[in-house]
């Protein structure tokens, strides 16, 4: 079973930053929105024209292997949902139509989750990067739309790693471990500290290293 990891954060958070370390031939990149990234590497391996398309990003995950490559990363993944909803949105759906939207981009999402945990190896780990929100109640999750993921599915469940992206004293962290307030969490002793650097490389090794999958 591969691993899906959550960073979650605000806009600017180091998110991306994050990628920095990585070798050029080190992953495979979905970049949604087909944005410029904040350095000046690149990689070898990008998905960035229709990357928003759920079986598409499957297809090309599945993949992986034949190029020797155990890491992807999908960024941002959240505009997977807000995407689609705008486009189906569009078209003027409204009342039970704009319902079985919804329904139909969470059952999506969800797939997405399920296909990566199920049928990619299990040496593979994919980094979904997400933008966060605060709930009504204070507390800091992923931005979704709709109900249906955020209180049927629950994306954090269906993972064990879940880091915060944070910025203190114009520094970039992931947090490891939850304030109380957030949904952040990692295996006990995978990580040294509750604040770590901003590098999803680093991050791989010690959770290939915590997991035997090195």
Known sequence: MAEIVLVYGKSGSGKSRSLKNFAEDEIFLIN?????????????YVLSNNADNV??????????GTVGIRTA???DAGYIITNNFMRGHSGGKKGGAVYDLYNDIADSYWGMFQFIKN???DDAIVYVLMHEDTSDAGLVKLRTIGKLLDEKVCLEGMVTVCLRCITENEQHYFRTTTDGLDITKSPEDMFSE??????LKAVD??????????
């Open 194 to 199: 509750t604040l770590i650097e901003n590098d």
């Open 55 to 64: 079986p598409l990003i499957c297809q090309q995950l599945s993949k992986m």
């Open 119 to 121: 049928k990619l190896p």
């Open 205 to 214: 090794t010690a959770i290939r290293g915590y997991y035997g999958l090195n």
């Open 73 to 75: 990363v999908i960024d």
């Open 32 to 44: 949604v929105e087909g944005k410029r990234l904040p350095f000046r590497n690149n990689f070898k």
